[in-house]
């Protein structure tokens, strides 16, 4: 899977990129990635790409030429390559809240193209012309879109095949849909490793005693207990979703 991310501050994925899980779907070749820096499709020799908005306000919005001429010209880099232009994602809080079935979605485009925001937004032309999707990743606000941007990554590559190893396969993971037989989507059931013993706090005793059949009755039981307890709205959602599914 390939992802172009463009961004007024590339300097910030540098380290994201270089670590763990991203770098490894990199080396292993399943993962592409190209940072480009929106300034250099400035038009303004000290490379501005803001300006104050018509009808006045604070702040500065990020001008229409840059951004849609950088965007264009990153989905036409790839045409030699034969790569497609591309599904363009934009971070903007006003965008439609990411959730794992976005994720999926997303997971499934060979090409995204990752448009990161600043400032107090975008010359609306922006949206009229390039028509992105637009993500938000929750009800708060950013400085900008970067770290939106790395939570969205860094979510769509556990699902590519081959970049989590086996075992720690996405399959089980609270939100998957493969996470229960019925369709529900749980959160995950408690896991303990060694001490079985720690300032008076045990494992409890089903994990130790070897029965593979209650282990797996009480991992069920406790998912959703969990989720009772802690995320009772995703048992009314899973309800609709489960119906939805039939249908
Ligand atoms: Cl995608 N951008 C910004 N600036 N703020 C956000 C966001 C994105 N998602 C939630 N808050």
């Keep these: ?41 400035s038009r303004d020799k000290h490379h501005k790409v803001d300006d104050r908005p018509f009808g006045g306000g604070p ?13 264009e010209a990153v989905q036409q880099l790839a045409q030699p390559q034969g790569l497609q232009p591309g599904h363009l994602v934009m971070l903007s809080p ?4 990411l959730n794992q079935k976005i994720v999926e979605e997303l997971a499934a485009k060979p090409r995204l193209l990752v448009l990161c925001g600043r400032y107090e937004g975008f010359d609306e032309r922006v949206f009229d012309i390039l028509q992105p999707d637009e993500i ?51 959160l995950e059931f408690p896991q303990y490793s060694r001490p079985r013993e720690f300032r008076g ?14 282990i797996a009755r009480w991992r069920r039981e406790q998912s959703y207990l969990s989720t009772r307890k802690r995320r009772a709205d995703l048992l009314d959602d899973s309800k609709h979703i489960s119906k939805d599914e039939k249908d």
């Design 201 to 214: 706090h045990e494992v409890p005793e089903v994990l130790i005693s070897g029965n593979h059949e209650q």
């Design 136 to 186: 938000s990743i929750g009800d708060y606000v950013l400085n900008g879109g970067e770290v939106a941007a790395m939570a969205v990554i860094d979510a769509v590559i556990r699902l590519i095949p081959g970049v989590l190893g086996d075992e720690e396969s996405s399959q089980h993971d609270s939100f998957s849909r493969s996470n229960s037989s019925s369709g529900n989507r749980l």
């Design 94 to 97: 006003r965008g439609r809240t």
């Design 59 to 71: 702040g500065m919005i990020l001008q229409v030429e840059p951004v849609v001429e950088c965007v």
């Design 1 to 41: 899977m390939r992802f172009d991310i463009l961004t007024l501050f590339p300097a910030i994925f540098d380290g994201y990129l270089g670590q763990s899980l991203l770098k490894k779907g990199i080396d292993a070749g399943l993962i592409s990635v190209q940072l480009h820096d929106i300034r250099r499709w």
